[in-house]
């Protein structure tokens, strides 16, 4: 699950707007981190409590979540079928390792920022592959900026 100064840190950084979809509740940091920087028309799937992302179709602004790792690439494209702007923390490597990958997303748009976090074990997660938040939106073909968290915070 995220840590909860991981997912302020990215509202904080991406400041997402309008109506807000966490397709992946999980314990609701993500969900909770909105609620304190004072987004209201939020809404969240999971697929636990019987609300499957797969079948979400209401169009809204922006996608934040943790998605499960093996599953990046699908949860991308729906993702991008109905949201502008879609972050997704995820080890950097599952979006830049595959070039199919790397073509869907700019067929998107593009990939406005890239906030890294560390290794895996840096938020708790079993793993020491490189962490990132990325935003990816819809039709943006600027450069893509890179920023690092540090623990100073």
Not at 41 to 65: L, R, S
Not at 73 to 99: C, K, Q, T, Y
């Amino acid at each position: 699950m995220t840590p909860l100064w991981c997912a302020k840190d990215m509202v904080t950084v991406f400041r997402p707007a309008g109506h807000i979809l966490e397709p992946c509740l999980g314990d609701g940091v993500f969900l909770a981190a909105l609620k304190s920087a004072n987004w209201t028309q939020i809404d969240y799937c999971e697929i636990d409590q019987g609300k499957d992302f797969f079948a979400w179709i209401t169009p809204v602004n922006w996608i934040i979540t943790n998605p499960p790792y093996n599953l990046t690439r699908p949860f991308a494209r729906h993702a991008f079928e109905i949201a502008d702007d879609v972050v997704f923390l995820v080890p950097i490597r599952n979006v830049f390792s595959g070039f199919g990958f790397i073509k869907e997303i700019f067929k998107f748009g593009g990939m406005p920022h890239v906030r890294v976090y560390g290794t895996g074990g840096s938020l708790g997660f079993p793993m020491g592959n490189a962490i990132g938040a990325m935003h990816f939106q819809r039709d943006y073909r600027g450069p893509t900026r890179w920023s690092f968290y540090l623990e100073t915070q």
